[in-house]
């Protein structure tokens, strides 16, 4: 500790609010990331250990639970992201981007598919979507500076081709496992990079 700096104590009663308030927040997750495409408020509250009472305390509506748990959706899709070196050859370069994509997709399937089904009556769900869409933008113009400098909408056709609808059309509307719909991934982004 820093001599120069105060000592902050944090009382028994805080540190209890906030290990319930993660407990409500990794409760509504692991039941969205396990297949709950709708979990209700009851739901969250039993996995949690807490009454509603309790989860009405800490979140004054489900907006915002919703923008909590889009924290922690990003937390966990960003969970060992290691951003792709912008110097390496094109065909490297979009390999470890549609791998590492694929992995980041995956890990909040589930997440991503309960959001889908409130996304048009959610303002705050559409927030966390912009939010995630902005991150993965400003990713693919560093990434692929150079092929998309004289093209701007080159990136928002990468972004069109990597965001998680796509994704989800391969592996829920065409049946496609992991492999393959990475594969559609990958040749859908190399066929937009390489020149005609």
């Not at 039993?46 to 919703?66: C, I």
């Not at 992201?81 to 094109?90: H, Y």
């Amino acid at each position: 500790m820093n001599p120069t700096e105060p000592e902050v104590k944090t009382d028994g009663r805080t540190l209890r609010g906030e290990r319930t308030r993660a407990a409500i927040i990794d409760a509504h997750m692991a039941l969205m990331l396990e297949g709950d495409l709708q979990p209700t408020a009851s739901r969250v509250a039993e996995r949690a250990g807490v009454s509603l009472r309790t989860l009405w305390g800490h979140f004054k509506d489900l907006e915002s639970l919703f923008a909590a748990a889009g924290q922690e959706t990003l937390r966990i899709q960003y969970d060992g992201f290691a951003p792709v070196p912008p110097d390496l050859p094109l065909a490297e370069r979009i390999d470890r981007f549609c791998r590492q994509r694929v992995r980041m997709l995956e890990v909040i399937a589930g997440a991503s598919r309960a959001a889908q089904i409130r996304l048009p009556f959610s303002a705050q769900l559409r927030r966390n979507r912009a939010r995630h869409n902005e991150r993965l933008r400003a990713e693919l113009t560093d990434l692929f500076a150079e092929e998309t400098a004289a093209d701007p909408g080159l990136v928002t056709a990468l972004l069109a081709a990597t965001t998680w609808p796509a994704w989800t059309g391969c592996r829920d509307d065409l049946g496609l496992d992991v492999e393959q719909a990475a594969e559609v991934m990958r040749r859908t982004v190399t066929a937009l990079l390489t020149p005609t």
